[in-house]
């Protein structure tokens, strides 16, 4: 089974960055995609940014295009989340989520992914 433990959540500032990481480990194939999403109280889950692991497949939420970057590591099977510019409404909590589906459709939507992260927040400090 497929797990996946974030990190890097936190406090941060206005115009700040932060840098999420998500680390997958009991995958059995070769072709995958990781993405991000976050909840923020009272909301539903939205994707926010994927990426496969050959790179062919990056996605961004239009919300976060120019801001955020995602990554891969794929020596160390880690993806990286680098948010920059940070707003008050980036604050949520933070989850990776697995699917060893690879394309360019399907996946912002949760329905795509089969297995997800514990979450990691992310708050705004005024």
């Known amino acids: 089974e497929v797990q996946l433990v974030e990190s890097g959540g936190g406090l941060v500032q206005a115009g700040g960055s932060l840098r999420l990481s998500c680390a997958a480990a009991?995958?059995?194939?070769?072709?995958?995609?990781i993405g991000w999403f976050r909840q923020a109280p009272g909301k539903e889950r939205e994707g926010v940014s994927s990426?496969?692991?050959?790179?062919?497949?990056?996605y961004y939420a239009d919300s976060v295009k120019g801001r955020f970057i995602i990554s891969n590591d794929n020596a160390k099977n880690t993806v990286y989340l680098q948010m920059n510019s940070l707003k008050p409404e980036d604050t949520a909590v933070y989850y990776c989520?697995?699917?060893?589906?690879?394309?360019?459709?399907?996946?912002?939507?949760?329905?795509?992914?089969?297995?997800w992260g514990q979450g990691t927040q992310v708050t705004f400090s005024s």
């Open positions: 009991g995958f059995t194939f070769d072709e995958y995609t």
């Open positions: 990426i496969s692991n050959n790179d062919e497949y990056t």
């Open positions: 989520a697995f699917t060893y589906y690879t394309g360019s459709h399907f996946t912002d939507q949760v329905e795509a992914y089969n297995y």
